[in-house]
């Protein structure tokens, strides 16, 4: 996946779309003053500057399913491992609730559920019949919409064709209106990923660390501190 920070309005339409296609059970008031809040995907806000002239940055982060986990590593149980698409995945019933993997992880994605998840009628009537509902004592975290990966592989396999670039979008990728988010396969070094992650403006988010995560994010551009050689990449 790559991020452009510099499209990103902080608007949280990726927050409610991934709320809603994962079945993430509501964040009442209550839950977000106890810190046990879930959202797969955060937007960080950053001030810049002083007011009058103070902006507003934003940054959606999300699991980086880092090459190198740090939360795979740590897991006694292998509920969380590499599949062979490069995912960082979560197998449910596997885990046991050690919460390892979420002080392993340094961006801080993981959630552990307190409580089993309960919606407010109707809304327990229309969660994602796609999307496992996870139960109390287990660890969850964004799966980049593996069950629409999926579905679309199997698609693709059926009318026997590969699967063209950017027909797979997460849930956050499709509700974004400004197009910041954008999917796709980095092993295909035609796809619109793989461009764009060798832009002047890409980085890694705590790059220092060695996780080699697999999203790259694209740094804002400020027009205020633009020269004529800096690349805009739009
Ligand atoms: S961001 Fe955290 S949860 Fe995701 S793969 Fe990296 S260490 Fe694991
Ligand atoms: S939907 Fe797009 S613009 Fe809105 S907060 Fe998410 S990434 Fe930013």
């Known amino acids: 996946m790559v991020i452009d920070a510099d499209k990103c309005t902080g608007c949280q339409a990726c927050v409610v779309a991934c709320q809603s296609e994962n079945n993430l059970a509501l964040n009442e008031e209550n839950r977000v003053i106890e810190r046990r809040a879930k959202t797969w995907i955060r937007i960080e806000r950053y001030w810049e500057g002083e007011w009058p002239n103070a902006k507003a940055r ?10 190198n986990a740090p939360c795979e590593t740590v897991c006694p ?6 599949n062979p698409d490069g995912l960082n995945v979560q197998v449910y019933n596997r885990c046991i609730g050690t ?16 409580w089993e998840p309960e919606w407010p009628s109707p809304m327990d009537r229309q969660l994602n019949p796609d999307v496992t509902v996870r139960t109390k004592g287990i660890v969850e975290k964004c799966t980049f919409c593996i069950h629409r990966i999926n579905r679309t592989k199997r698609e693709a396999n059926r009318d026997g064709r590969p699967v063209a ?17 954008v999917f796709g396969d980095l092993n295909d070094s035609d ?9 002047k403006r890409a980085y890694s988010l705590l790059d220092s660390l060695g996780t080699a995560p697999a999203i790259t994010y694209l740094k804002k551009v400020d027009p ?6 800096e690349e805009h990449g739009h």
């Open 77 to 82: 149980v292998w509920a969380t491992y590499h």
């Open 99 to 114: 919460r390892f993997c979420a002080n392993a992880c340094p961006y801080s994605v993981r959630y552990f559920n307190f």
């Open 191 to 199: 796809s619109k990923v793989s461009e764009l992650s060798h832009s």
């Open 224 to 229: 205020s501190h633009v020269d004529e050689h």
């Open 58 to 67: 934003f940054l959606p982060v999300l699991c980086q399913h880092c090459g």
């Open 165 to 181: 670039d950017g027909e797979v979008e997460p849930a956050c990728v499709q509700a974004c209106p400004t197009t910041a988010l």
